[in-house]
């Protein structure tokens, strides 16, 4: 069963929605129409421009998902939202050839996993028993398949791909939408430094995202990298590690 979602009847909470991905997918969700975006930052000073924008619709939210207080409390005051894209997230570099290599690993798993595990599971019960609804995430092509020069970052985007899974699996019966998206690089802050190879824009993506979540898509390459990866894991996902272990 497919499950659609309509724009133009959701309420989203939007994680890490101050800039970059998170920013882009939220003004997105707000010119199709949406109700309501819950717009979750750190600091919620940093999404003044767009409140000023978009006025009511835009709801700024204090959301640090590494901090279960933050969490319970954004849950708490968003019990009428129907739809949660967990896109916050960080990038510490370090692989076997480094040091901080743990560290690294830790840090990329405190944010990108058990902040999306915290997240989605205080925010779950707000949509239990309503239709149209969806828990989009975002893990990354790097998800798929491993970059050497960032080990440890993509050991958190595959344990998000999983997650991605288990919970599908989990709400298979029920109405919500489980929906993975594995972005490759993208014109962001966090992309600032990698060299030679071609980012995507946030906007374009952030098109696609929502396009794919109107059509009930599950697992969602948003963009011309992510679009070849795809083809690419579908048939031959060996390929997938030899193409990334040649960027180094
Ligand atoms: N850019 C890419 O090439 C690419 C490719 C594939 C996947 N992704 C994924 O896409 C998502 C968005 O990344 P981006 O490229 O937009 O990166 P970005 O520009 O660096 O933005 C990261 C966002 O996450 C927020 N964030 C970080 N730690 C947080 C925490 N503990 N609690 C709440 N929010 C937190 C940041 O908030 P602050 O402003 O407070 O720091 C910011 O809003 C991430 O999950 C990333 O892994 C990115």
Redesign the pocket.
């Known amino acids: 069963m497919k499950k659609e979602i309509s724009i133009k009847d959701s309420i989203a909470i939007v ?9 882009a997918i939220t003004e997105e969700l707000l010119s199709r129409g949406i109700k309501k975006v819950y717009a ?4 919620t000073e ?1 999404l003044a421009a767009l409140q000023e924008k978009y006025g009511d619709r835009l709801v700024p939210l204090q ?5 279960q207080t933050s969490v319970d409390n954004a849950a708490k005051v968003t019990v009428d939202a129907t739809m949660l894209i967990n ?5 510490a570099h370090g692989g076997f050839n480094s040091e901080n290599m743990l560290e690294s690993i830790n840090q990329n798993m405190e ?2 996993v058990l ?1 999306v595990a915290r997240l989605t599971q205080a925010f779950l019960p707000n949509i239990q028993n309503k239709s149209n609804t969806a828990v989009a995430t ?5 998800g798929l398949g491993s970059m050497p020069m960032m080990n440890g ?1 993509c050991i958190s ?1 595959a344990a998000v791909h999983s997650m991605i899974q288990g919970l599908r699996g989990e709400l298979q019966e029920s109405n919500v939408l489980v929906a993975g998206i ?10 600032k430094g ?1 060299e030679g190879i071609e ?1 995507d824009k ?1 906007e374009a993506l952030a098109k696609n995202v929502v396009t794919a979540l109107e059509r009930g898509e599950e697992d969602i390459f948003p963009d011309v990298m992510s679009a070849q990866v795809k083809q690419a894991y579908g048939t031959t996902p060996k390929e997938v590690e030899k193409m990334f272990s040649a960027w180094k």
């Open positions: 994680s890490g929605a101050n800039r970059g991905i998170g920013k979750g930052a750190r600091k940093s959301l640090d998902v590494t901090n896109n916050a997230g960080t990038m944010v990108n902040g975002v893990s990354s092509v790097v970052y985007k594995y972005p490759g690089p993208i014109d962001t802050d966090m992309a990698f980012l946030p």
